[in-house]
């Protein structure tokens, strides 16, 4: 078996949404050895940074939130799906071929996967896909950008899947994965109340 850790690496100088130095994590140590018997250190972090999941309330007032987590949703059986021909968005005409079934968790590796840096033009899902992936019934879908769309109007694309309860994984890292079946391990950091949960993803073939 070999195992692929899709996560993104949690640094610094780690790329974050559009660049915003609000989401970039901050490290300071808390005690070192010059002042205690033992060093500890503690991170500032914006929960969408990194590889993590969404949670309704991200996009919707009073939307459900971490607390309603059901984990046997994240350790499964994927699709991975190559999409790295796509220059702009994924829509509908690009999905109709695949073999999206009703139930499937799907990941879409694209360019975004190529790219250490903050790209202003990343690869997204737009409404027309969302729409598709919301009527298949799927039940959860995964993508290399730390967004699943970017600027569009209402957020169509959150709200269209998450209508259909469809767990959203953003930050994903799949330079190494060829399009094919995996057993996922996506393992949240347990924590209540929050709309987003950073995830270690473990992907095994
Ligand atoms: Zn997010």
Do not use: W
Not at 4 to 29: A, E, L, W
Not at 51 to 63: A, C, N, R, S, V
Not at 118 to 127: C, H, L, M, V
Not at 138 to 154: K, S
Request: proline share 2%; with cysteine.
């Amino acid at each position: 078996m070999i195992y692929y850790d899709v996560s993104m690496k949690i640094t610094p100088d780690m790329q974050v949404y559009k660049n915003k130095d609000s989401k970039k994590p901050v490290f300071r140590v808390a005690s070192d050895f010059d002042t205690s018997p033992a060093h500890e250190t503690e991170v500032t972090m914006n929960l969408h940074t990194g590889t993590h999941m969404d949670f309704p309330l991200h996009m919707i007032k009073d939307g459900q939130t971490s607390s309603k987590l059901e984990l046997n949703r994240l350790i499964r059986e994927v699709k991975v799906f190559d999409m790295t021909h796509i220059k702009d968005a994924i829509s509908k005409d690009d999905l109709v071929d695949l073999d999206i079934c009703k139930n499937d968790f799907i990941l879409f590796k694209t360019q975004n996967s190529y790219e250490d840096k903050f790209n202003f033009k990343f690869i997204y899902i737009d409404q027309s896909a969302a729409l598709y992936l919301n009527q298949k019934e799927i039940r959860g879908v995964g993508v290399d950008a730390l967004g699943v769309e970017r600027d569009q109007e209402n957020h169509m694309t959150h709200k269209l899947l998450f209508e259909k309860d469809i767990y959203i994984i953003e930050g994903l890292r799949l330079k190494e994965i060829k399009q094919g079946s995996y057993f996922m391990y996506a393992l949240p950091i347990k924590m209540d109340h929050a709309d987003a949960l950073l995830l270690s993803v473990i992907l095994v073939a």
